[in-house]
């Protein structure tokens, strides 16, 4: 190939995708130009001898990198430019970066065995944590020892005389405790059951025959019945006219059910409502 015909192969490299840059192309195109000039064809031995004195080395595709300069033979121009050009030489010359010093290092597996107790540790000590607050939120909840005092109610049955009545309040209800006389335990056992509006026998709502616990509060709606009046001789409900014998059970009226047993324990002459 002659001088001429490398020169017009290198102005139309300008036109190529191998400039990438403003600055390189403003060189290809100004190169370009002074290779339009009129050159005088120089023998190779001439072109051979100036590319060896200016180190003019050829790529792998024939791009020309010129590292300093060429003054050629017979031609009208001289370029003195440095050029360069991005264009890669071949597809076995791409160098990846070294990332190694980036990279995380790989973790120590000698040290798992701490790393589980560790993790079971919290688990345990959490678990107790949390056993002692659900503990202590529970027995908040529960009544304290005052409260748990008026739940319970405590008589000296010495004090009620045999035929009497007495009243006590418990958990801001009233209590009829009835001492009854051997007449008015055999009169309670001498009722026919099958009779009754709600059947149950005397020995069923009593746990001594001679004294009798119960709610004071008629089942109708609620009211307070007087003691030792009525048609029976035991109790009447002035707000609707129900009456109850002298083991608290209906007799006549509205209430649908006898008189309430609440829970009591007799221990000798004391008694314990609740």
Same mark, same amino acid.
């Given at each position: ?8 192969? %290198?102005?139309?490299?300008?036109? /190529? ?25 120089? +023998? ?8 060896? /004195?200016?180190?003019? /080395? ?20 001289? $370029? ?6 991005? $264009?890669?030489?071949?597809? *076995? ?26 993790? *079971? ?9 949390? +056993? ?97 009046? *009525?048609?029976?001789?035991?109790? $009447? ?9 002298? %083991?608290?059970?209906?007799? /006549? ?22």
């Amino acid at each position: 190939m002659s001088f001429t015909n490398a020169v017009k192969s %290198s102005a139309s490299l300008a036109n /190529k995708t191998f400039v990438t840059t403003p600055q390189e192309a403003q060189i290809w195109s100004k190169f370009s130009k002074q290779a339009s000039l009129k050159l005088t064809p120089a +023998k190779p031995a001439v072109l051979s001898a100036a590319a060896r /004195k200016q180190n003019v /080395k050829l790529g792998a595709f024939g791009h020309q990198i010129f590292k300093t300069g060429i003054t050629a033979t017979n031609a009208s121009f001289n $370029y003195q430019t440095r050029l360069s050009s991005n $264009y890669a030489a071949g597809s *076995g010359t791409t160098q990846v970066p070294d990332f190694s010093d980036y990279r995380k290092e790989s973790g120590d597996y000698t040290n798992r065995n701490l790393a589980y107790f560790m993790v *079971g540790s919290t688990g345990f000590i959490s678990a107790a944590v949390a +056993k002692n607050s659900v503990h202590e939120f529970l027995t908040n909840l529960s009544a304290s020892a005052d409260v748990l005092a008026m739940a319970k109610a405590e008589v000296d049955l010495t004090t009620i005389p045999e035929g009497k009545n007495v009243i006590v309040k418990w958990r801001g209800k009233p209590v009829f405790i009835r001492h009854r006389t051997q007449a008015e335990i055999n009169e309670a056992n001498n009722v026919n059951i099958a009779a009754l509006r709600d059947p149950q026998t005397d020995a069923d709502r009593t746990k001594q025959p001679e004294w009798l616990v119960m709610l004071g509060i008629c089942t109708h709606l609620g009211c307070v019945p007087v003691g030792e009046s *009525g048609e029976f001789g035991g109790w $009447y409900c002035p707000c609707h006219g129900s009456h109850y014998d002298i %083991s608290g059970r209906i007799r /006549k009226g509205p209430a649908p059910l006898n008189l309430e047993i609440p829970q009591y324990e007799i221990d000798g002459d004391q008694l314990v409502i609740g």
